[in-house]
Structure formats: C-alpha cells, structure tokens
C-alpha cells in the first residue's frame, strides 16, 4: 500500500468497525488492519496458492473467501505471475505491464470463481445471524476495480472510506481509469480525497463521503 493507512484512519476519524479486503494476496495487510481495531476482518483472494498461505496465516483471525469480486456470478481466467509473487496477478490480460515491468512474465493461467461482494456479504449476514457493519473497503485488483464496485452497490452505501489501486493508463486490457472510478463512487458520495502516483501509471487512492 503507498498510502498510510493508519493515519489516514486517524485523520478522517473513521470508526475501527468492520473491513473488506478484495485482493488481499498473501495476508501483508492484515496485521495493519489487526493494529488499527478492525473487527471482523474479511479478505477475498481468488488465487489457490495465495489464498492457501492466506489461511494458513490468519484463519484464526480473519475470515478468508477463495472468490474475487466481480458484478456477477462466474468462472474466469486468472492471470498468474511468480516472478512479483503473485502480486500482480489480474482477472484481465496484461498490456502496458508487460512493458513496464519487463521481468515480470505471466506464465500459466487459472480458473477463479467471481461473486458480487453484495451478494457475499448478504449470505454472510443471514449464516452469521446478524448485521455486519463493514465500514471500510480496500481494493487491490489489477484494473478489474471498477467491476468490484459495480458488484457491491449495496455495501458502498455503509462503507465510510475506501483504499483502493487505481490506474491512468491500460496496464492491463481494458482496465478501469482513474475518472471512471471517480464518476461511479461519487453516484454513492464518495469523492478522491488522496492520489499517491508512485506507480507513474498507477497508484493508490482513498475515497471518502
């Protein structure tokens, strides 16, 4: 994350409730969202061996979902890289990546499964017999960012503050630009509070109402 997430925490006064992670990868951020008061904790990642050390790491901690988020129902490709430990991995085919990260091959694929976050978190609540109260949402997806918000207009109407990768250039085919993103959250009063470019064609952003 190119972002300080606690102080940004700190700094909008965002209550430590519950929060989604759609992308979470191996767990890295996790012990940050633990430190913070974060409770629950959901993470999705659909890759296998990333998802696996994910769960062999915060079982106890976390509730940890082998899906991506997505607008519908679906099996899709995933790209898969070794080279960045799968921290490039994306549910769309690389395009400038492969320019601006020469080292960085993607060398097999896999089938993931695709879930509306909406719809998640609808069974979530009913198998949990309560209400959950995620609050904040963190994004990490390789382009595909745009398609998580479509899948999860009911959630954006609880989330406070979100962190989410966004892009100013087609790093992947057809990836969502940063003014699509913009234009989608602020239909649920969000508006981009922070950019941190460091990426050059891509970056981290925090939306907040």
Same mark, same amino acid.
């Given at each position: 994350?190119?972002?300080?997430? *606690?102080?940004?925490?700190?700094?909008? =006064?965002? %209550?430590?409730?519950? +929060?989604?992670?759609?992308?979470?990868?191996? $767990? !890295?951020?996790?012990?940050?969202?633990?430190?913070?008061?974060?409770?629950?904790?959901?993470?999705?990642?659909?890759?296998?061996?990333?998802?696996?050390?994910?769960?062999?790491?915060?079982?106890?901690?976390?509730?940890? *979902?082998?899906?991506?988020?997505?607008? =519908?129902? %679906?099996?899709?490709? +995933?790209?898969?890289?070794?080279?960045?430990? $799968? !921290?490039?991995?994306?549910?769309?085919?690389?395009?400038?990546?492969?320019?601006?990260?020469?080292?960085?091959?993607?060398?097999?694929?896999?089938?993931?499964?695709?879930?509306?976050?909406?719809?998640?978190?609808?069974?979530?609540?009913?198998?949990?017999?309560?209400?959950?109260?995620?609050?904040? +949402?963190?994004?990490?997806?390789?382009?595909?960012?745009?398609?998580?918000?479509?899948?999860?207009?009911?959630?954006?109407?609880?989330?406070?503050?979100i962190f989410t990768e966004v892009?100013?250039?087609?790093?992947?085919?057809?990836?969502?630009?940063?003014?699509?993103?913009?234009?989608?959250?602020?239909?649920?009063?969000?508006?981009?509070?922070?950019?941190?470019?460091?990426?050059?064609?891509?970056?981290?952003?925090?939306?907040?109402?």
């Open positions: 994350m190119l972002i300080n997430f *606690s102080q940004i925490i700190k700094d909008l =006064k965002v %209550e430590a409730n519950g +929060l989604i992670q759609v992308g979470a990868h191996i $767990g !890295q951020e996790v012990p940050l969202f633990l430190e913070n008061g974060f409770d629950p904790i959901l993470c999705f990642e659909p890759h296998s061996g990333s998802y696996k050390k994910l769960r062999e790491s915060y079982k106890e901690k976390v509730i940890c *979902s082998n899906y991506a988020c997505g607008e =519908k129902f %679906e099996d899709s490709c +995933l790209f898969v890289e070794t080279t960045n430990n $799968g !921290q490039s991995n994306s549910l769309l085919k690389p395009k400038l990546h492969l320019k601006q990260y020469p080292t960085i091959s993607f060398e097999s694929k896999e089938t993931v499964r695709i879930c509306p976050l909406d719809k998640f978190i609808e069974f979530f609540d009913s198998i949990a017999n309560y209400q959950s109260k995620f609050n904040v +949402l963190v994004v990490d997806v390789q382009g595909s960012e745009l398609a998580v918000f479509k899948g999860a207009n009911k959630t954006l109407l609880k989330i406070d503050c892009n100013r250039a087609e790093l992947y085919e057809n990836c969502a630009q940063v003014d699509e993103v913009d234009a989608y959250l602020k239909q649920f009063g969000f508006k981009r509070i922070i950019t941190n470019w460091a990426g050059n064609t891509w970056g981290d952003a925090v939306y907040a109402k």
